[in-house]
Nanobody, 113 residues
Framework: QVRLVESGGGSVQAGDSLKLSCLASGSSARNAAVSWYRQAPGKQREWVASISSDGVNNYAGSVKGRFIISRDSAKNIVYLQMNSLKPEDTAGYYC???????WGQGTQVTVSS
């Protein structure tokens, strides 16, 4: 059974950085493609970034150049380094293994101006 657990959220000021972690348990999750999504109150869920099984990264236009997705395969953790945070980045952030339709419980990021 694959389980995803996010951590690293918090409340920061605009311009600050945060690093989110997504710890995956279960052998079937190892090196699987992982995506980060976010959802702000009253808004639809938005795809943020993905890392493929062979390490290819893709980013939404709204975060490209500011966010970096990476993987530590030995620890089975996918990270989302978020730099130059803006108030509009405020949301609950969720990691997922889309091919397995597995989601974490989310971690809240709040950016104040």
């Amino acid at each position: 059974q694959v389980r995803l657990v996010e951590s690293g959220g918090g409340s920061v000021q605009a311009g600050d950085s945060l690093k989110l972690s997504c710890l995956a348990s279960g052998s079937s999750a190892r090196n699987a493609a992982v995506s980060w999504y976010r959802q702000a109150p009253g808004k639809q869920r938005e795809w943020v970034a993905s890392i493929s099984s062979d390490g290819v990264n893709n980013y939404a236009g709204s975060v490209k150049g500011r966010f970096i997705i990476s993987r530590d395969s030995a620890k089975n953790i996918v990270y989302l380094q978020m730099n130059s945070l803006k108030p509009e980045d405020t949301a609950g952030y969720y990691c997922a293994v889309p091919v397995l339709d597995i989601w974490g419980q989310g971690t809240q990021v709040t950016v104040s101006s």
